[in-house]
């Protein structure tokens, strides 16, 4: 087995909150179950993991995953990722559909630089028709999506992605409607129609699919194929932050920025902001996307009761705390990006 030592330096980064541990199927609760883990629930993770509990051995994994993701010294990420993999594996191999589609998840989530890569691709693409042949929405979702992207093993294959993504859709996967409104509003796929995605976005935004959610009140904060309705965008780009979307909450701090839908406030734009650069695991920072001069007019107490209120949110929701910006290093000032 991976050293277990490997597990320490996770628990320094990662243990944020004593929540207690409880098995799911929700894949967003169990992610969050994997933040929430507390020195003590891990090792007696690692322990029952060790010794063949299925649900253990996917919270290991992920655990791990989630550490793989942070660190930036490749070595080690590469110990991670492979740790990660090996516990991910051995739930899989016990035949359970949510275990082999998060196995093809994280094989498909791997840097481009990764050593094995046709290898992981090869056991993604099985572990992914294997879990649907249980009939689990989200390894359809996974493959439509996949079909659609190409690379990685796999030819881009528009009648096949859509296929797989409605066949997703009609099991009642939310993030397939993410694809296929995406699908619409880039006409890959399917013919450019920007009311007909935006009749995608809402259906996966009213399942409580974030990203659908972001990309609804984008459109809708800009009139793309629907009447111009900044308030209702500032709804949805609220429902999507609150379930802790990366686009979501930079997008909700932006507004409160410009005072566009809600009333101007600096504290709560820059407290979303930071909200969004705690969440973030993938290299993005809404802080460094946007426009934020006028943020630089807040003074030192506003910074720290911003920074306070985005901490509170974060320890909440699992996530490490953030550091408060000073005057001395502000927040970004680079050209807005969206």
């Known amino acids: 087995?991976?050293?277990?030592?490997?597990?320490?330096?996770?628990?320094?980064?990662?243990?944020?909150?004593?929540g207690a541990f409880s098995q799911t199927n929700n894949l967003s609760v169990l992610q969050s179950r994997v933040r929430?883990?507390?020195?003590?629930?891990?090792?007696?993770?690692?322990?029952?993991?060790?010794?063949?509990?299925t649900d253990s051995q996917v919270l290991l994994g992920l655990s791990l995953g989630l550490l793989a993701e942070r660190v930036r010294d490749d070595k080690a990420q590469e110990a991670f990722y492979d740790s990660s993999l090996f516990w991910l594996r051995k739930a899989a191999e016990k035949g359970g559909a949510r275990e082999q589609y998060l196995l093809a998840k994280a094989d498909l989530g791997l840097p481009y630089t990764w050593h094995q890569l046709e290898l992981n691709s090869k056991e993604a693409s099985a572990m992914l028709k294997k879990a649907i042949a249980q009939n689990y929405a989200p390894a359809m979702t996974a493959l439509g999506h996949w079909y659609m992207e190409g690379g990685r093993y796999l030819d881009v294959d528009y009648t096949l992605g859509m296929e797989w993504l409605n066949k997703a859709s009609l099991a009642g996967d939310p993030e397939a409607n993410y694809w296929i409104g995406d699908a619409y509003e880039n006409g890959r796929g399917a013919r450019r129609d920007q009311r007909e995605a935006n009749r995608w976005f809402l259906k996966g935004a009213e399942l409580g699919d974030g990203d659908c959610q972001d990309t609804l009140a984008v459109n809708l904060a800009e009139g793309n194929g629907t009447p111009k309705d900044v308030k209702e965008a500032v709804n949805w780009f609220r429902?999507?932050?609150?379930?802790?979307?990366?686009?979501?909450?930079?997008?909700?701090?932006?507004?409160?920025?410009?005072?566009?839908?809600?009333?101007?406030?600096?504290?709560?734009?820059?407290?979303?902001?930071?909200?969004?650069?705690?969440?973030?695991?993938?290299?993005?920072?809404?802080?460094?996307?946007?426009?934020?001069?006028?943020?630089?007019?807040?003074?030192?107490?506003q910074e720290m009761e911003a920074t306070k209120r985005a901490n509170a949110w974060l320890k909440e929701h699992h996530y490490p705390p953030v550091e408060a910006p000073t005057h001395d290093n502000p927040p970004s000032t680079a050209p807005e990006s969206k």
Not at 41 to 47: G, I, Q, R, T
Not at 253 to 264: A, F, I, S
Request: glycine share 12%; aromatic share 8%; hydrophobic share 40%.
């Open 239 to 301: 429902k999507s932050a609150e379930g802790g979307n990366v686009w979501g909450t930079c997008n909700l701090g932006l507004h409160y920025m410009r005072g566009e839908g809600v009333p101007k406030d600096y504290v709560l734009s820059l407290m979303w902001g930071l909200i969004s650069d705690g969440v973030n695991t993938g290299g993005y920072y809404c802080l460094q996307e946007i426009d934020v001069r006028p943020l630089l007019n807040l003074t030192k107490e």
């Open 36 to 53: 929430a883990l507390t020195v003590g629930e891990l090792s007696a993770v690692a322990e029952k993991a060790d010794s063949g509990d």
């Open 1 to 18: 087995m991976p050293p277990r030592s490997l597990l320490f330096p996770f628990i320094i980064l990662t243990c944020v909150s004593s």
